[in-house]
């Protein structure tokens, strides 16, 4: 069987190595580079492949079909020209054209959140795969603006804590052992954080332009998984909400939809979002409390990445993921 040619820029970071052993178990692709600058000439073991690291710089762009940009936000979008200079279309992890970075290429790639998305991606030169907490947070709340069911004018709460893969390979002493063990923080407390612009504009565009997002994130003392709660007010009552999202999501396979809230146990190391649903008691304004759990690395980054190739190759969408 034809293999096509795939190549992986950052490769040496959690959503990079992620990518080199969901390609190295993928039927369909086979990894013709791997680029880390300051590990470049090194040699690792990811999964059942070896990978040999080579500079950015030296990277083969022309002999892959598809490149990964796993590279720092503002470092990816100058090497995702330098690929689309050769023929090969790419699928960048950054945020640098992502819905709400406010640039003309932004604007031109169309967003990587395949099971809302999708009829956009096949033909595309450059897909902006989502960020990890986006993923979460718009999964969950895409059916409620969708279908107009949010309080005109009412803010969506989100309270989301993640893995402390989510924060990047680059060594950090607030990210030690001994200092996140035990402990549970928010960071980002404000409202500042660099997500809220992509879940904004992408929230606007599915029919929220009057409903405001409060994102605060916490870190886990965990290696990877997010799970973020969610509260929505609605215009009216309903009794069994979950059928919205059954129907809005019917037949995919990487959202499942539970009638108990979901834990990180059920998401890790799987392409999945699984969420819950269930009204608010209590309260005197009719409100929807979302529970949705994904994997940072998978669903978050690398899975939804490779999801979205399949969808640019013509693939099975399925392949090659863990579901």
Known sequence: MHKVPVGVLGASGYAGRELCGLIARHPGLELAFASANEQRGQRA????????????????????????????????????????????????????????????????????????????????????????????????????????????GATINVSAASGVTGAGYSPRPDLLFAEVAEDFRAY????????????????????????????????LPVARGILATITVPIKQH???????????????????????????????????????????????QPTLIIVSAIDNLVKGAAGQALQNANVLLGLNEQEGLPA
């Open 45 to 152: 073991r990811i999964g059942a492949a070896e990978v040999t690291y080579v500079a950015t710089e030296d990277a083969p762009l022309n002999s892959a079909e598809i490149v990964f940009t796993a590279l720092p936000h503002g470092a990816a979008a100058t090497w995702v020209e330098n690929a689309r200079a050769t023929g090969a279309r790419v699928v960048d992890l950054s945020s640098d054209f992502r819905p709400g970075a406010g640039n003309a290429a932004a604007a031109a790639a169309p967003y990587g959140l395949t099971e809302l998305m999708r009829e956009h991606i096949p033909g595309a030169g450059i897909v902006a795969n989502p960020g990890c907490y986006p993923t979460a947070v718009l999964i969950a709340i895409a059916p409620l603006l969708t279908e107009g069911w949010i309080l005109p």
């Open 188 to 219: 980002s407390v404000g409202n500042q954080h660099r997500h809220i612009a992509e879940m904004r504009a992408v929230s606007s565009q599915l029919g929220g332009k009057d409903n405001d997002i409060l994102f605060t994130p916490h870190l």
């Open 238 to 284: 309903v009794d069994e909400p979950l059928s919205l999202w059954r129907e809005c999501y019917q037949g995919e396979p990487f959202i499942e939809i539970a009638d108990q809230p979901p834990s990180l146990r059920d998401v890790v190391r799987r392409n999945v979002v699984r969420l819950s649903v269930v009204p608010a008691s209590n309260v005197r």
